[in-house]
DNA sequence: TAACCTACCAAACACTTGTTAGGGAAGGAT
DNA sequence: ATCCTTCCCTAACAAGTGTTTGGTAGGTTA
């Protein structure tokens, strides 16, 4: 019973937020809708639907359309780069660094797959608009770690050296993601499990060995 | 064959067609933009801006916009599966088919890269609907060949049989077709070049092997 | 000449879209 | 009781949507 307890409102920064737990159902619903029919083809009414009251009294808890879309993808990549920056600051080797880059991958998949559907399916085009600027940013800073760790990797001689390097990272980098698309809490394998066993394909291959 | 005849600008019968030369244009002009921003973001006087006429004038050689989206998908549908179902009928080994296959579809990639694109991000959704039923038929073709090969391939010991086959029917299908979005015709390596590498490291991984 | 066909335009249609304005019910605080 | 805040509803708005209708310039045929 710890969970109701206070109310935040006062503490917070300049923007002064109506309570965020209703918020954050109403956030939650609406990636619900907009992963599985898309941002454009998403109507304000069919979320208001969704979530159970009425379109105009959305506005009430968001000002657009674009800002519930913003909230959704800016804490997702809050979250994501924290533990990204994590593996990233643990020293670890190329080889380490790619695994657990990909299980925290695969655990963000499992925590945030609406928002990580969204950002596949949108991020492209949104990332020209400047509100979402930050998507690109992050697109670089994306591209940064993780060539740069296959970098690392061929020059000391772990991973292969006979590959493009910018071929393998959309390898590895799409190879992880699109998961996204069919992946589903509570399935049959845990996040953990499959970035076992696609780190296995992406590092062993699917062949058999002689 | 997913549907009747090649086109379908019926109102009454198809007694009369218009040049083709013309609506081939139109079309090319619709799935560029339709892949450039979604299908249900693309307005139908965008694509008439981008062709030089205007909105109304469309309906001249198109019944809707949806049929134009029809139009492009099954007419990439149909060319893929000529292809797939030649390699298929080929009678080779389990990693030759395997290999043919991927081949094939980074060479339809390069043919039809507007099409793919909006296969991606459109065919999950429309499959619901009736008129796109040909797309879910495609989707179960598509996995009995992949998935058929897998199983084959473990079975005689050229693939792991360690893996889920199920994942690693998905890690191909993905790997294969993602490159659709940032593929570009022209750019530095040839469509057999691409499968080449892909290949490589889906069959032996990115890994140095001691 | 006239009739005809192709490929388009101009202007509107009905409908859906995101968004806003004003109001009101519930409940706690004073 | 009075006030205030929270959260939602009703009802509308203007802009944009796919589509239809009627017309027409220009070429081809009779």
Chains 1, 2 share one sequence.
Not at 60 to 73: A, R
Not at 86 to 96: H, K, M, Q, T, Y
Request: glycine share 6%; no cysteine; net charge neutral.
């Amino acid at each position: 019973m710890t969970d109701n307890g206070s109310v935040p409102n006062s503490k917070k920064t300049a923007a002064e937020r109506p309570a965020p737990e209703r918020r954050g159902e109403l956030l939650a619903t609406a990636a619900e809708v907009f992963a599985a029919h898309g941002y454009n083809a998403t109507t304000v009414r069919r979320i208001a639907d969704e979530a159970g009251l009425l379109a105009g009294s959305l506005y009430y808890h968001f000002d657009s359309k674009e800002s519930m879309l913003d909230e959704i993808l800016s804490a997702f990549l809050d979250e994501l780069w924290d533990g990204y920056d994590a593996v990233l600051a643990a020293g670890f080797g190329p080889r380490e660094t790619l695994e657990a880059l990909v299980t925290e991958s695969f655990r963000e998949i499992d925590r945030h797959r609406p928002a990580v559907a969204i950002y596949q399916r949108e991020s492209r085009h949104l990332a020209r608009q400047p509100r979402f600027a930050y998507l690109a940013d992050s697109q670089r800073r994306f591209e940064r770690a993780w060539l740069g760790t296959l970098r690392r990797g061929a020059a000391a001689g772990v991973f292969r050296a006979d590959l493009d390097v910018r071929l393998a990272y959309r390898f590895v980098r799409d190879t992880v993601w699109v998961a996204a698309s069919w992946y589903r809490p509570g399935g049959a394998h845990s996040p953990e499990e499959i970035a076992r066993q696609y780190l296995s394909m992406v590092l062993e291959g699917i062949a058999v060995r002689e």
